[in-house]
């Protein structure tokens, strides 16, 4: 009689699992989501995740996890329905390390739609129970919960200030020198998030000692850690020169300039994306990066990468000519206009890369004439012209085409050079043309034969 009634209540968990099973299973294909919303999917899973089982739980909270990922209403429905709540106080307060882990998944799938749902997380009190599962000692936890922090942090500057309040910020420093790559490569992730908003929470990271440990993780052979750490690196940098220097005061230059000639493209762009942020604060830092041989890198890295892949590298060229005449000689001599000339034909969706090679070259042509004379040279000219004048072009690249083409015309005295502008351009890039014909002394048969034609 004990045995049937033991077997009756072990049919009864093992349907409740398989219910949670499925329930996972679907949750992760969209065209089934909006049906399991419409027939209870969400108030049978808040049941199961306080389950006797803790099996039963752990598939729960997967599937919760995946729903919540598919739409921030579900995630927001999710918190109005108290799982949340379940998530952080009874199944993260327990030992089983997977059941952890899917809880901290399913929370960073609620975090990641947006900051509302953040502070909504944060306001229940789920930064505690987060960040000390960064102190658990099954690495899976560890990640998971860097993912959690990583996720609510990059939303914006409120949100990362939660984070480093939390205490936060020397945790995933020490999970930067954890043995597990997969750890330290979530680790720098976060710390980028929570650096990119700000001065003040990019020096928060830099006093907790994070630069020396993320200049270790470049020695990896790991490319997504290399990727993370270089992008961490960036983050802290873009925000001043002071915070530049720190990082060249730790010997990055070499490192990084290796990296920008990397196998992976993604290396390569997270590399020349650092260079970018070190060389645009000074002169002095873009001529450490120049006289450590970074020209014929990163035109290498120009050549070599695609699509979007380029644009790191073409700014950084313009951060550098930008400067001082010198530096755009510098590049005008590394050929450096050659490789751009290619960037501006690049064929993109959405035309970022030719726009900013405009600017690049804009850059390099604002300082004499004779730099302008090596940018017109190329027959540039009518091909940042017609990028202007692409009806696909949006107001950015516009506006970056037109800067440039001023940076060129207000410098050239070559007027064959700029010739076959006068019979294509708009009238509002006409009279910058124009502009430089009066100033440069013309025999009179060319002015009644060239600018005397305009009018007619």
């Known amino acids: 009689m004990a045995r049937a009634v033991q077997l009756v209540f072990d049919q009864y968990?093992?349907?409740?699992?398989?219910?949670?099973?499925?329930?996972?299973?679907?949750?992760?294909?969209?065209?089934?989501?909006?049906?399991?919303?419409?027939?209870?999917?969400?108030?049978?899973?808040?049941?199961?995740?306080?389950?006797?089982?803790?099996?039963?739980?752990?598939?729960?909270?997967?599937?919760?996890?995946?729903?919540?990922?598919?739409?921030?209403?579900?995630?927001?429905?999710?918190?109005?329905?108290?799982?949340?709540?379940?998530?952080l106080y009874f199944n993260m307060d327990k030992t089983n390390k997977y059941l952890k882990r899917a809880a901290l998944l399913a929370l960073r799938s609620v975090v990641r739609h947006s900051a509302e749902l953040s502070k909504s997380v944060i306001d229940i009190g789920g930064l505690d129970q987060i960040i000390s599962s960064l102190e658990e000692f099954d690495p899976g936890v560890k990640e998971a919960a860097a993912w959690v922090c990583g996720y609510i942090a990059r939303h914006d500057l409120a949100s990362a200030y939660s984070i480093i309040g939390a205490g936060a910020v020397p945790l995933l420093i020490l999970c930067l020198q954890e043995p597990e790559l997969s750890v330290r490569a979530v680790a720098a992730s976060a710390l980028s998030d929570i650096s990119k908003h700000s001065t003040e929470t990019a020096q928060s990271v830099v006093d907790s000692g994070a630069i020396l440990h993320l200049v270790r993780s470049l020695t990896t052979l790991e490319p997504k850690l290399k990727r993370q750490g270089l992008n961490c690196l960036a983050m802290i940098a873009k925000h001043s020169l002071h915070l530049a220097e720190i990082i060249l005061d730790a010997g990055i230059i070499p490192v990084v300039l290796e990296h920008c000639g990397h196998s992976d493209e993604l290396v390569r762009r997270a590399a020349c994306g650092l260079v970018r942020e070190i060389v645009k604060h000074a002169p002095e830092t873009a001529q450490l990066v120049v006289e450590a041989g970074g020209l014929g890198v990163l035109i290498n890295a120009i050549t070599r990468n695609r699509g979007d892949a380029k644009l790191p590298g073409i700014m950084s060229l313009g951060y550098i000519a930008g400067h001082d005449a010198s530096l755009a000689m510098s590049v005008i001599y590394s050929k450096g206009t050659d490789a751009l000339s290619l960037a501006l034909d690049e064929d993109t969706c959405n035309g970022h890369v030719a726009a900013a090679s405009a600017w690049a070259l804009g850059h390099i042509a604002r300082h004499s004439a004779e730099h302008a004379r090596s940018v017109s040279l190329c027959g540039l000219l009518p091909k940042i012209l017609s990028i202007y004048k692409d009806p696909k072009s949006t107001d950015e690249m516009k506006e970056k085409t037109?800067?440039?083409?001023?940076?060129?015309?207000?410098?050239?005295?070559?007027?064959?050079?700029?010739?076959?502008?006068?019979?294509?351009?708009?009238?509002?890039?006409?009279?910058?043309?124009?502009?430089?014909?009066?100033?440069?002394?013309?025999?009179?048969p060319y002015l009644t034969s060239g600018i005397s034609n305009l009018y007619l």
Do not use: H, W
């Open 13 to 87: 968990r093992i349907q409740r699992n398989a219910f949670a099973q499925s329930m996972a299973e679907y949750a992760q294909k969209p065209e089934y989501v909006q049906q399991l919303i419409q027939q209870g999917a969400i108030v049978l899973l808040r049941n199961l995740l306080t389950d006797s089982s803790q099996a039963i739980q752990q598939n729960a909270a997967i599937a919760v996890g995946r729903l919540a990922g598919q739409d921030p209403k579900i995630a927001e429905l999710m918190i109005k329905q108290d799982i949340i709540r379940i998530l």
């Open 402 to 444: 037109k800067t440039a083409l001023k940076m060129v015309l207000f410098k050239i005295e070559d007027l064959e050079c700029i010739e076959p502008l006068l019979t294509t351009a708009p009238s509002n890039i006409l009279k910058y043309v124009v502009a430089q014909y009066s100033k440069v002394r013309l025999p009179y």
